[in-house]
């Protein structure tokens, strides 16, 4: 690793590639003998479209997304993505089910509201989102436009482990925190979104994988900017797309095809859950995993200490021996470990050491 890299635990962005960061900068100033950088090229030339195509095959392959759907390459974050998915594919007359998971499930819902009729299908908000709800807790509307769910919750350190079954009613599903991290199967959702900032690449991009029956069924008394036919019309190229972001991202799954794809990257994932949830329970009870053990995530895990001020202790000894951006969200409390797809399974291996030496000291 470079000099001066630190394990970088932070939720978002997020910790990237080594090897696609040496990479980007090796092409930095002259990408593929064109005498440029990326950042420089125009959209519309040939170079340019080779690379958006490129990163749009090498998603379709690693997820295995069936021929009858479209990948967009969006703006505004996956926070757009909220207000977008109502105001496409929610008309008058209808209403969408959302399912309450966490924190980012309860926004996509709040923006939904403020668009048309919406209804809370299952939450788990009375025990702080500890777990994701279980299937006969789910109310699931048989005529509901959509229903959305979030895969991952970034914050709470919860994943769901197999989706509800919703019949004929599209499932959208936030997959910003976990997608690609292991395998799933595409034609069960309807549509997947995602910010490339935890797992895909830098910010700026936010990936839509959208049925084309549900591009087609979008309203069409709204601004062309925010229909998902006008992005998928023109291949994400309707206005000037985040280049430099989706050119990263394509790098990104370059590097996640060399390690073998989701398979692999599944099973280094586990490895390393097991590792670190295995310390967390390993330790006499000095730490507390908050999730719900069989809902707990691979991607963010939290946990607390017997106290606040040993929180505080272990945060900022953690930054001293080389660990950043361990602090849990502020409605969680303790510790958030965010260890999406690029983080190296020696890192983890280097945390669960510490964590075992600290917890001896201050146990
Ligand atoms: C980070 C995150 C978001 C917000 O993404 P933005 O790109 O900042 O809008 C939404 N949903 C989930 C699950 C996230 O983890």
Do not use: C
């Amino acid at each position: 690793m470079a000099d001066k890299r630190i394990w970088n635990f932070n939720p978002g962005p997020a910790t990237m590639p080594v090897a696609v960061l040496e990479k980007a900068k090796n092409e930095m100033l002259d990408y593929a003998g064109t005498g440029m950088s990326v950042m420089e090229l125009s959209h519309r030339s040939k170079a340019y479209e080779a690379i958006q195509n490129s990163a749009r095959a090498l998603l379709a392959e690693l997820l295995g997304i069936p021929a009858n759907y479209k990948v967009l390459f969006l703006q505004g974050g996956a926070s757009f993505q909220f207000a977008m998915i109502p105001m496409n594919l929610l008309p008058a007359g209808k209403s969408a089910d959302y399912i309450l998971s966490g924190y980012w499930a309860q926004k996509a819902y709040k923006e939904a509201k403020t668009l048309g009729t919406v209804r809370v299908a299952g939450t788990t908000e009375s025990v702080n989102f500890n777990r994701i709800p279980d299937a006969n807790e789910l109310q699931l509307d048989a005529n509901a436009a959509y229903a959305h769910l979030t895969s991952n919750n970034t914050i709470f350190g919860t994943q769901w482990k197999s989706f509800p079954k919703t019949g004929s009613v599209p499932l959208i599903g936030d997959m910003s925190s976990d997608i690609l991290s292991r395998k799933f199967d595409v034609s069960q959702f309807g549509m997947i979104y995602a910010g490339a900032q935890k797992n895909l690449g830098p910010a700026g991009v936010v990936v839509v994988i959208m049925r084309e029956d549900l591009i087609a069924a979008g309203r069409a008394d709204i601004p062309a900017i925010m229909k998902y036919s006008t992005h998928a019309e023109n291949d994400s190229l309707y206005n000037t797309p985040p280049s430099y972001t989706i050119y990263l991202v394509k790098l990104v799954l370059e590097w996640v095809k060399g390690l073998g794809g989701l398979a692999a990257v599944e099973k280094r994932n586990e490895e390393k859950g097991k590792l670190l949830y295995g310390t967390i329970d390993g330790q006499g009870g000095f730490y507390k995993g908050t999730a719900d053990a069989k809902s707990r995530s691979l991607m963010n895990v939290t946990f607390r200490l017997p106290s606040e001020e040993l929180e505080t202790k272990f945060i900022s000894e953690a930054q001293a021996a080389g660990f950043a951006g361990l602090k849990g969200h502020r409605s969680v409390g303790g510790i958030r470990v965010s260890m999406y797809n690029a983080f190296e399974p020696e890192g983890i291996k280097a945390l669960t050491d510490f964590m075992k030496e600290f917890a001896k000291k201050n146990g």
